[in-house]
């Protein structure tokens, strides 16, 4: 059973920044990795997605140029670097993994890959941004 593993989480001021990472058990050649987020009373929404194999990077349009995806094969992770944080990043945040011949990282992923039918999911981590 593959797990992803979300952690890096925590309360920060506003302005701050936080790394979470993403630790999964995956061939990361095969796979589209993204982060997702939600908010209470909110929909699960998209972050970014990376794809190792394509050199693929988006991002949703409330995180561009503040937020950072990578990956580091040695350690099997993904990372998203946060800086500029705002309250309205307070979410529990998601990674995801979803065969790269089932979708592409794009910005199509990043719209729909909350609703659609990843292959694993993370338990999530809780970012709280203070203001």
């Known amino acids: 059973e593959v797990q992803l593993v979300e952690s890096g989480g925590g309360s920060v001021q506003a302005g701050g920044s936080l790394r979470l990472s993403c630790t999964a058990a995956?061939?990361?050649?095969?796979?589209?990795i993204g982060w997702f987020r939600q908010a209470p009373g909110k929909e699960r929404e998209g972050v970014s997605c990376?794809?190792?194999?394509?050199?693929?990077?988006y991002y949703s349009n409330s995180v561009k140029g503040r937020f950072t995806i990578s990956v580091d094969r040695a350690e099997n992770t993904v990372y998203l670097q946060m800086n500029s944080l705002k309250p309205e990043d307070t979410a529990v945040y998601y990674c995801?993994?979803?065969?790269?011949?089932?979708?592409?990282?794009?910005?199509?992923?990043?719209?729909?890959?909350?609703?659609?039918?990843?292959?694993?999911w993370g338990q999530g981590t809780q970012v709280t941004v203070l203001s």
């Open positions: 990376i794809s190792e194999d394509f050199g693929d990077i």
């Open positions: 995801a993994a979803i065969l790269g011949t089932r979708y592409y990282c794009s910005n199509k992923y990043v719209r729909e890959g909350a609703q659609a039918d990843n292959d694993y």
């Open positions: 995956l061939n990361f050649d095969r796979y589209v």
